[in-house]
């Protein structure tokens, strides 16, 4: 887990209650927790940052390293976890682009709403 970020409670509940209308994106099958699921899971996070996640790989105990795995390779937090079906939750880095100069860029006008205003009369009088 992140040890930068902790997530109280109330934001657990909040993240909660909006990964309650989420269908599972990612499914862990009988063959566990593959690089290429790993990778997906990445994806999915970058994407999303809550994450619903359907494991089907055994018993409890299996479930159990599956999920702590996961959570220790990707920085997530566990926010929820019902029978096979887990909620993950990691903030997004925020990449920032570089914006183009404004100064080579042309004056873009809206010619009909410069026109719409000349040619209306006046109201008062």
Not at 82 to 99: H, L
Not at 108 to 116: D, L, S, T, Y
């Amino acid at each position: 887990m992140a040890a930068e970020e902790i997530i109280h409670q109330q934001q657990k509940r909040k993240l909660r209650s909006l990964a309650h209308a989420l269908r599972p994106i990612v499914t862990v099958g009988g063959s566990g927790l593959t690089p290429a699921v790993l990778n997906e899971i990445e994806l999915s996070l970058n994407h999303h940052e809550l994450l619903k996640i359907k494991l089907s790989c055994g018993d409890k105990a299996a479930r159990k390293k599956v999920r702590e795995e996961i959570c220790s390779e990707t920085g997530g937090h566990l926010i929820q976890e019902i029978g096979g079906i887990i909620v993950i939750y990691r903030k997004t880095k925020v990449i920032t682009k570089k914006s183009k100069s404004k100064k080579n860029a042309p004056n873009k006008r809206q010619p009909g709403k410069a026109r719409i205003a000349e040619s209306r009369p006046s109201r008062r009088r």
